[in-house]
């Protein structure tokens, strides 16, 4: 009877997602246990002990790869503040080894990172709203999976980009300077790719739990309750404000008769496009 | 005494139980029902998914002992396990006596 209840708890195991080293574990303590109580019926039914392994630990498991996803975007963003703070500014497109993929790598350069910043923020955000929770809803699960990935991809897109950017330039640029971009942004792809193995872990569980995933207004209620707009409910609304928000940043750092203008459209237009593209997908709208 | 009701203490049962002496998953689920009267009377597989989660988050460690040649799996609080336990019973103290004042 214990052997046929393992056999039925370990088929239960595998269609959540739990393998390898996990499920063995779990079936040797189940075994143990049953040798001891000799009644498979208050052990419970194989499926609802499955799903509640499942539940319990992709919850803790994706919180765990949100929060990783933001400590592993970090050596980046350090990386990224090292090497444009520097002097020595870029030559005219013109002068790359090949102009189009140098401006593929440029545009990517600048918007990359940005994506990453902004999935990474909604990604910590999301993790502090389930972090009292025990089995959060497969939805919101998936929704913090989606944030963490966005989030480590554009990271290693940016750093990517940053060092086609250098090579395309190379000739141009001091050979220090060469050797310290390729040396810092491989460092820092290094904590990307390990937060984006522990998400690949994390995400072959199959949760069971139903309800909402939430979407950023969930997230940043204690925000979005105390503004005097209405943004709730009206996700463009919200695009359009944080996209003026961001444009008018761009005026002011770039200089309202220099590059400031044509950086405010380009932001603007990025952030509108950013959030029709992956506002789904990272539960913005 | 229904599963829901005690869904959102059984972390802080768990760790209480675990905290006088490392114990098994058997041995924690019998000392549970004994403690309880009977009323935390659970299926007994759905403690474990429990283990495992506060394991992940650090508040228990385990290890796999041989007791009569037999393996098990025991688990032992550890220094965060011991911390989060004193908080959580001041706040579960605080939590009783301001309800018994209220309903009494």
Known sequence: ?285 | MRAETLKGHLDFLLLAIIADEPAHGYRIIEELKRRSGGAFDLPEGTVYPALHRLEESGLLASSWASRSGRRRRVYELTARGRRALAGARRDWRGFAKAVEAVVA
Request: glycine share 8%.
């Open chain 1, 1 to 285: 009877m214990i052997k046929r209840y393992l056999a039925e708890l370990s088929a239960e195991l595998g269609s959540v997602g739990i393998r390898g080293a996990q499920r063995r574990r779990i079936l040797a303590e189940a075994e143990d246990h049953l040798r001891e109580s000799g009644d498979p019926g208050r052990f419970g039914d194989p499926a609802l002990v499955a799903a509640r392994f499942a539940d319990e630990l992709a919850t803790s498991g994706a919180r765990r790869v949100a929060w990783g996803s933001v400590v592993a975007l970090a050596p980046a963003g350090i990386a990224y503040a090292i090497l444009f703070s520097l002097p020595a500014p870029w030559p005219d497109i013109t002068a790359a080894r090949h102009v189009p993929v140098a401006l593929v790598a440029a545009a990517t350069m600048v918007l990359a990172p940005q994506i990453s910043f902004a999935a990474g923020l909604l990604a910590a955000a999301g993790a502090w709203r389930l972090r009292s929770q025990v089995a959060a809803p497969a939805r919101a699960i998936t929704l913090l999976r989606h944030r963490a990935g966005v989030a480590l991809a554009a990271g290693a897109t940016s750093l990517l980009a940053v060092m086609v950017t250098t090579y395309e330039f190379s000739a141009w640029i001091s050979n220090w300077r060469v050797a310290l971009t390729f040396s810092l942004a491989s460092a820092s792809l290094v904590p990307i790719a390990v937060g984006a193995l522990a998400l690949r872990n994390t995400a072959a569980l199959r949760p069971q739990t139903a309800g909402e995933a939430g979407d950023v207004f969930d997230d940043l209620a204690p925000v979005f309750d105390r503004l005097p707009l209405e943004l709730r409910g009206r996700p463009w609304r919200f695009c359009l404000l944080f996209a003026a928000v961001v444009a008018a940043l761009a005026l002011l750092g770039g200089g309202v008769l220099n590059e400031g203008p044509r950086n405010a459209v380009a932001e603007f237009s990025a952030v509108c496009a950013g959030f029709a593209a992956l506002g789904r997908y990272l539960g913005l709208r």
